[in-house]
């Protein structure tokens, strides 16, 4: 009688003791295990969280994400196409600052909407990354002439230098190693990534630049003229001659207008004459045609795709422009 009350039924004996066996087995693991194992094991686990990055306009967009990659979210205040200088800030763009880790800038007081937008966001744990830090600005080394004679102020008066320097691929090296170095101090555990995504960026930008040396320094001192005083940079770097014709009448346009304009252009040896991308002016059209000037597009990259290889497309296409006009 005893035996019968112990023994357990037929059918039961494997169910009901394995999972005791199974609990007892990790019981004593979990007992065996030390509480730095434990925490080895805790930060192996995949983190699902990303930085959060916002950046100004396009090239600067194109080269935090050139940097950033995948590896953390990359947004753009200033949508392409519309104009940086005179921006003025929406409350989408005070929430996206508020909700952000990271601001990227170029800097040089080219975004003037930034003070304001960043106090309202009431970030406090907001970092800033300024691309130009290091970088000597140049003013404007190019004559600003106007075309009417009433004195005007310069539409895009820089007070802290000219800040075109996105267009100088020496200069954008720079501004990528200050992205770099701003992400890594940001989100350290990503260094690894930032560093190699950077190296790619920067040797793609050498490459640029070589090309372009070799290929304008046959056409030294070419001298062009641009209603956009944007290339003072690149023009430096690669010794032409940058004439910024400014204050362009938009609307009616008097033969005095045209005159004036053309009396500028022949103070100086101009080889070419260059507007920027949807940008169609009867100015622009009459010099062409009075100077027997070929109206080429140079474009200050302020426009174009999201994919940061755009820069170098763009880049190419300004370098083949430049070309043909100082043949």
Known sequence: ??????????????SAILPLIVLLILSIAGCNQSPTDR????????STGKTKIVT??????????????????????????????????KPENVRAIATANVLVKNGLG??????????????PKLIEIDTSKGIKSIGAIS????????????DHEHTEGNPHIWLDPVLAKQQI???????????????RTYEANAAAYIQELESLNSE????????????????????????????????????????????????????A????????????????NKLLRSLSQDLKLNLQTLDSLENGETDPQHYFRAMKANLQTLETSCK
């Open 1 to 14: 009688m005893v035996r019968t009350l112990i023994e357990p039924k037929k059918g039961r004996t494997t």
């Open 39 to 46: 925490k080895a094991v805790s930060q192996e686990l995949p």
């Open 56 to 89: 100004t306009f396009l090239p600067i967009y194109w080269f935090t994400k050139a940097v950033a990659g995948d590896t953390a979210e990359v947004e753009i205040l200033v949508p392409p196409g519309t104009e940086v200088h005179e921006y003025q800030a």
């Open 110 to 123: 080219l975004e003037e909407f930034l003070e304001g937008t960043v106090k309202n966001a009431q970030n």
């Open 143 to 154: 004559p600003i002439v106007s075309t009417t004679k009433e004195e005007k102020d310069h």
């Open 177 to 191: 190693t200050n992205i770099r170095d701003g992400l890594i101090a940001a989100d350290p555990r990503n260094k």
């Open 212 to 263: 372009f040396q070799q290929t304008l320094q046959k056409h030294p001192n070419c001298t062009f003229v641009t209603f956009h005083d944007a290339y003072s940079y690149l023009a430096q770097r690669y010794n032409l001659k940058q004439v910024a014709v400014a204050e362009i009448p938009e609307d009616q346009l008097s033969p005095a207008d045209v005159q004036n304009a053309i009396n």
């Open 265 to 280: 252009v022949k103070q100086y040896k101009v080889r070419a004459l260059f507007s920027e991308p949807g940008i169609d």
